[in-house]
């Protein structure tokens, strides 16, 4: 006969069998180490230490017989015939083992344990528990604005942002400092949203005619727009005489800077400008710019005035400099050439 048991207290598969026969059990009966054996031939109770080979070392000695379940063995309550299925179990309390049936045994477990999401905010990838299954979310992306992916070589999960897939039309909460979703060059242009004057690309303010211009520093500043011409006075292989010379129209508004004369050989001339507008024309000596710095070389061949003192120095667009010969000497041929900054 043979009938299972599980000692107090185990978790687990730990079921052990008990025989009881006159002949030793065999481990095809099956048999495992640690199964108790009955001895009905020798009244012995023995237990199985080990299956290779069989060997059975007996637990308690004397010659009384050791039918488990009998009255005889007084370390074992009568249970003359035990029913399929219970299990031998040792009673502390009253110092014998019984046969018991499975539900009197009670039920032994591993820890209960389960899982949580912790965190202030967010969303926890804990789902449940099912029996002994902890389940927990998938990661999924929501858009093709966001990639998910599986780095199995460094035990994680990747997330990251598809640049390619963001369309910047639809980013909500722009404000004036923020990217635009639109034409730069139409938003900078004159008249735009965000219209850009030249001044603001400049490393100083700029004055009324001034230039934008390279630095060489790789920036922008303001110069001004400097500009100049010349007025030739040719006595045609003769010596200068006085009187009107000629005219210029201004082509753009402006400002007299410097006046230098050049002759083409040693000697004296004095030349004045006179300036009136297109309406008033012809200018007069009542129209002079010069007052009583009037440019002239005195024995020599050059003459220079980056001053100007006393000059009506600026002119109108379309206003007209009539040029004059004061007196002469010598002189067979003379360049005037003045200075002016545009405005």
Same mark, same amino acid.
């Given at each position: 006969m043979s009938t299972s048991y599980q000692s107090s207290g185990h978790t687990g598969p730990e079921i052990h069998h008990y025989y009881r026969q006159g002949s030793a059990p065999v481990a095809s009966d099956p048999l495992q180490i640690g199964d108790i054996w009955s001895d009905t031939a020798a009244n012995l109770l023995k237990r199985c230490t080990s299956l290779s080979p069989v060997t059975f070392v007996s637990v308690e000695g004397g010659s009384s017989a050791h039918d488990l379940f009998s009255a005889t063995h007084g370390d074992v309550d009568e249970l003359d015939s035990p029913a399929n299925g219970e299990l031998l179990q040792y009673d502390g309390g009253a110092g014998k083992w019984k046969a018991e049936a499975p539900a009197s045994h009670g039920t032994h477990g591993g820890e209960a344990n389960t899982a949580s999401n912790v965190g202030v905010s967010g969303v926890g990838i804990f789902k449940q528990k099912s029996g002994t299954d902890l389940q927990l979310k998938k990661i999924n992306a929501g858009s093709g604005r966001v990639s998910v992916t599986d780095d199995v070589a460094n035990d994680e999960v990747d997330i990251d942002v598809v640049e390619s897939g963001i369309s910047h039309a639809n980013i909500g909460g722009k404000t004036a400092d923020d990217h635009h979703a *639109? @034409?730069?060059?139409?938003?900078?242009?004159d008249g735009g949203a965000d219209e850009l004057a030249v001044q603001d690309m400049a490393s100083d303010?700029?004055?009324d005619g001034q230039v934008a211009k390279a630095d060489g520093a790789g920036a922008v500043a303001f110069e001004d727009d400097e500009a100049g011409f010349s007025f030739i006075i040719d006595g045609g292989? $003769?010596? %200068? !005489? +006085?009187?009107? /010379?000629?005219d210029v129209e201004m082509p753009f508004a402006g400002e007299i800077t410097s006046a230098r004369m050049f002759a083409d050989q040693t000697g004296s001339i004095q030349v004045d400008v006179w300036k009136? +507008?297109? &309406? @008033?024309?012809?200018? !007069?000596?009542?129209d002079s710019m010069?007052? &009583?710095?009037?440019?002239?070389?005195? $024995?020599? %061949? /050059?003459? *220079?005035?980056t001053t100007l003192t006393g000059w009506t120095k600026t002119f109108a667009k379309g206003d007209v400099l009539r040029f004059n010969v004061d $007196? &002469?000497? !010598?002189?067979?041929?003379? +360049?005037?050439s003045l200075g002016v900054k545009k405005s």
């Open positions: *639109e @034409n730069h060059a139409a938003r900078h242009a303010a700029a004055t292989g $003769s010596a %200068i !005489t +006085t009187g009107i /010379k000629g009136d +507008t297109y &309406a @008033n024309f012809p200018p !007069t000596d009542a010069t007052a &009583a710095a009037i440019p002239a070389i005195s $024995s020599g %061949i /050059k003459y *220079e005035d $007196s &002469a000497s !010598t002189v067979q041929r003379c +360049t005037v």
